[in-house]
């Protein structure tokens, strides 16, 4: 950090410069850049209307990738995520169903399924941190579990005919905007400080670097990790509630292929896969970003199909231009 | 370290074991179609004929759809809509779009374009609803991955002044104006059990493949099943009913593995989705198990033949009908697609137009003829199909 300093000292170009190509800066280069692109695609696109609600449709994405950035800085990946939001999903349903066996009032089906969600994955973290099994082979094996077990549970029925007062978050607003978009914005703003600004969140990335060095440092490698993935859980958790809560009944094969959306954003994001790097900014961006293309395109009228075409092409196209970029900064340092 | 590994991997297995056990028996007797409407068999084949009601004649319930906020009166005038089936990419939906084509066409001043996801995802369904209706249409045709999941969008749409009909999966009826019945469901389950037994008897064992436990029409015909086989055919003997998705793949393991845990207790599989019956087909010519074997002219002995009946589209039941491997597959029980979306387009016109209104008994489309309005806001597009060998080469779909 000193020589970086210095060199800006020495030349104050360069720090606007290295500014400029930070992979966040770059990201939302790009973001401008598909905004303008979809907006003279149709003229529907840019409206407050369209935009508010792809802010509903991209809570779930949202809410998951936020502490997938966590894990994915730590070298870790979970796959269980969408599973586990359709087990909560389930649970809540279950719980609450006024003709099931427990009769719950819904304040605590929701607790009940938040907790349950968080158990899931401290589940997750216990098997990776004492047993030692890789995360990758952890999360594929409890996303199997965490799915048969809804399917279980729920015994093929669906609960319906919430009371209105529970579609407020799902579907409802609070100040204009769709009430979920104010519960991703504090999580977003939450997971943002916490990963830059606490000991907690720096020690992350010195375990994605390595976790050898970062155990010898005193830091609970081990603690951390379960803290992480159930936290993952729990967010998982709240995804459930709030997509119960817009599509008004529960299934168990809700969320399933949430992981894979939510892996995509955190990696379009430009947190390295491999850990060690990664931003919240850059995961917002990412999952604003896919959203939109998929919104944008679809007024354009191009198929579905064809959309995830083009957004497979770009996440590749961002990934690549952002490697691009950061070796010609590193090697020109 | 080791020791833990251990006890890990034992618990495990012994949760998932325990889940494999409890699952299945626990899955038996709970077909009330995922949707708590009572059932409604047919009268046993021996009492057909003692003056069966026909729909029109049933007493009729009140109008029950929705109805668009502020429509704009565009009688007579060129119409755009879009088609959101569950998914694209599968040839029933093929089928459907293509009757729309036809519709379209013949009308002249109909737009038809058909967009969904490629999985039949609830989520992905909705965003691309709430797409169109940003984009602007006049007329939506859908048909629903889940009833209630894909309402609140409906909704949206008809208060933005959007028509809406449905067609193959129905939507609770307040979200959606009118809805394009193929075939009641009881008639569908009186088709398929009867042609099961024709082949495997009446005291036979079979199991079932479907999509998923609750997608509408699937859990709706089961539980019609259940109802009419206790009724007419109390010896039948259900073995298990699993769950495939709509995935060719997943719905050939799940056939193989009934063929393989059943051994000769398993006398037919029923197909439920236009892919499970090909796939199912294909799992039992696999295992030599077609009661007429033309490729070989060895194998499948009567006793320990599986016998197919399904719900499929003609083209993909042809190999196993009068292609290579005929005889595999002896009765296919399915309405027209084609006519479906022909008439669903139709349906939507007449709306717009303001020539088919709540409280009509029933409406023209075209080729079809008049079509009856059935269970409030229903039109029922007519008794299913059976394709046999003698007719499904006249059909190419």
Redesign the interface.
């Known amino acids: 950090m000193t020589t970086i300093r210095q060199m800006d000292e020495q030349n104050p170009g360069a720090k606007f410069r290295r500014f400029l190509l930070r992979q966040e800066i770059i990201l939302f280069i790009i973001l401008t850049i598909a905004i303008i692109l979809l907006t003279l695609g149709?003229d529907?696109f840019l409206?407050v209307?369209?935009l508010l609600?792809q802010g509903r449709?991209l809570t779930?994405i949202a809410l998951v990738a936020l502490p997938m950035t966590f894990i994915i800085v730590t070298g870790g990946i979970d796959l269980s995520v969408g599973s586990i939001m359709g087990l909560c999903a389930i649970l809540l349903g279950y719980m609450w169903n006024p003709s099931g066996p427990f009769q719950w009032p819904l304040e605590l089906a929701v607790i009940f399924s938040l907790v349950v969600g968080t158990l899931c994955g401290v589940i997750n973290g216990l098997?990776i941190v004492?047993?030692?099994?890789p995360p990758l082979i952890t999360t594929l094996?409890t996303l199997a579990?965490y799915r048969?077990?809804a399917?279980?549970i729920s015994?093929?029925?669906?609960v319906?005919n919430y009371p209105e007062s529970f579609y407020v978050l799902g579907?409802g607003t609070f100040l204009g905007v769709p009430t979920q978009l104010w519960v991703v914005l504090i999580f977003v703003l939450i997971t943002a400080i916490v990963l830059s600004r606490t000991v907690f969140g720096r020690s992350l990335y010195a375990i994605g670097n390595n976790e050898l060095g970062a155990r010898f440092s005193g830091i609970p490698v081990g603690v951390y990790k379960i803290i992480i993935y159930g936290f993952s859980g729990f967010m998982s958790g709240m995804a459930a509630w709030i997509?119960v809560s817009?599509?008004?009944?529960t299934?168990?094969?809700?969320g399933?292929?949430l992981e894979l959306d939510a892996i995509a954003a955190v990696v379009l994001g430009g947190t390295s896969i491999f850990g060690g790097s990664g931003s919240i900014i850059g995961t917002v961006i990412g999952f604003v970003l896919i959203q939109l293309l998929?919104?944008g395109l679809?007024?354009a009228g191009v198929?579905?199909?064809g959309t995830?075409v083009v957004i497979g092409t770009v996440l590749i196209f961002a990934i690549l231009i952002n490697n691009y970029i950061q070796r010609r900064v590193s090697a020109g340092k | 370290m080791n020791r833990k590994l251990l006890v890990g991997l034992l618990l495990g297995v012994v949760l998932v074991l325990g889940f494999a056990l409890v699952m299945p028996t626990a899955a038996q007797d709970r077909w009330d179609g995922a949707d708590d409407l009572p059932v409604n068999p047919l009268e046993c084949p021996a009492a057909e004929g003692a003056g069966e009601a026909s729909p029109a004649e049933m007493s009729m319930p009140e109008y029950d759809g929705g109805q668009p906020t502020d429509a704009p009166d565009l009688a007579g005038q060129p119409i755009v809509l879009v088609d959101v089936p569950k998914l694209v990419g599968i040839g029933y939906f093929a089928a459907t779009t293509l009757g729309q084509q036809q519709a379209a066409e013949e009308l002249g001043n109909v737009t038809v374009t058909t967009d969904a996801p490629t999985e039949a995802n609830i989520d992905d369904q909705i965003a691309v609803i709430d797409n169109y209706i940003t984009q602007g249409v006049n007329g939506i045709l859908f048909a629903a991955n889940d009833p209630v999941a894909i309402a609140p969008v409906l909704t949206r749409a008809l208060e933005s002044g959007i028509h809406v009909v449905g067609y193959d999966a129905n939507s609770e009826p307040a979200a959606r104006e009118w809805f394009v019945n193929q075939a009641e469901f009881n008639g569908i389950a009186k088709a398929m059990i009867d042609s099961m037994v024709a082949e495997i008897g009446a005291d036979g064992s079979f199991a079932i493949v479907t999509s998923t436990f609750t997608t509408p029409n699937q859990a709706r015909w089961i539980a019609e099943m259940q109802a009419y086989q206790g009724k007419c055919y109390p010896e039948l003997t259900w073995l298990e009913t699993v769950e495939a998705q709509e995935d060719n793949v997943l719905s050939f393991n799940q056939a193989t593995t009934l063929i393989n845990k059943y051994g000769p207790d398993l006398d037919g599989i029923f197909g439920m989705t236009s892919v499970a019956t090909p796939a199912a087909a294909d799992a039992v010519a696999q295992a030599g198990l077609c009661a007429v074997d033309a490729v070989a002219g060895a194998a499948g002995s009567a006793e320990d033949a599986v016998a197919v009946v399904g719900l499929a589209t003609p083209n993909a039941m042809k190999p196993y009908v009068t292609g290579d491997f005929a005889g595999c597959v002896k009765s296919v029980v399915l309405w027209n697609p084609i006519d479906l979306g022909y008439a669903a387009v139709y349906v939507l016109r007449a709306v717009v137009d303001g020539e088919f209104a709540p409280g009509d008994t029933s409406v023209m489309a075209g080729r079809l003829g008049e079509l009856q309005v059935v269970n409030g806001s229903e039109v029922l597009l007519g008794p299913p199909f059976i394709y046999t060998a003698e007719n499904i080469d006249g059909f190419d779909f």
């Open positions: 149709s529907k409206t209307d369209n609600n449709l779930e098997i004492r047993i030692g099994v094996a579990l048969g077990l399917e279980g015994q093929a029925r669906s319906r579907q997509f817009r599509v008004t009944t299934r168990s094969d809700m399933s292929g998929k919104n679809a007024l198929t579905t199909d995830i």
